[in-house]
């Protein structure tokens, strides 16, 4: 997989706070289909990559009310 760095939008969230390193940004391109995740304290480092389906589905587990993994039958 190629994607082209200069294309790639990332963001970080709203909740880290000004300043904060301690966060994940999430990044997507014009050439890539799926979603980017890499550390912003090493933003020159490795970079995660997701199907959107995936991505999607992490969002809702991780934001639902019983996001307790011991507690997931998958």
């Known amino acids: 997989m190629d994607i082209e760095r200069a294309t790639i939008q990332w963001r970080k969230s709203s909740k880290s706070g000004h ?4 966060c994940i940004e999430v990044g997507t391109s014009s050439t890539f289909e799926g979603i ?5 304290k090493d933003r020159t480092g490795p970079t995660l990559t997701f199907e959107r389906s995936a991505w999607r589905n992490f969002l809702e587990f991780a934001t639902s ?5 011991a507690q997931d039958p998958i």
């Open 65 to 69: 009310p019983s996001g307790d993994i």
């Open 19 to 22: 300043g904060s390193n301690n």
């Open 36 to 40: 980017l995740v890499r550390d912003s």
